[in-house]
């Protein structure tokens, strides 16, 4: 998975950061899951967060 900081660094309502642990346990999660069914559950959790910066997420399994 690669990605940019716009993701960790997007803003919850509650003033707290979107950060590397909540994408760890999102990641983990659904690890069983396929590349784009992990993407997914990443921008949807990240649909209420302001993100002042841009938002780029690659996300790759073996097969």
């Given at each position: 998975m690669l990605y940019?900081?716009?993701i960790t660094e997007a803003w919850?309502?509650?003033g707290k950061m979107?950060?590397?642990e909540r994408l760890?346990?999102?990641v983990e999660?659904?690890?069983g899951k396929s590349a784009?069914?992990?993407h997914a559950a990443?921008?949807?959790s990240l649909k209420?967060?302001?993100k002042p910066d841009d938002v780029t997420l690659l996300v790759m399994k073996r097969v």
């Open positions: 940019t900081d716009g919850g309502k509650d979107f950060g590397e760890i346990k999102i999660s659904y690890g784009a069914e992990i990443i921008l949807n209420d967060y302001d």
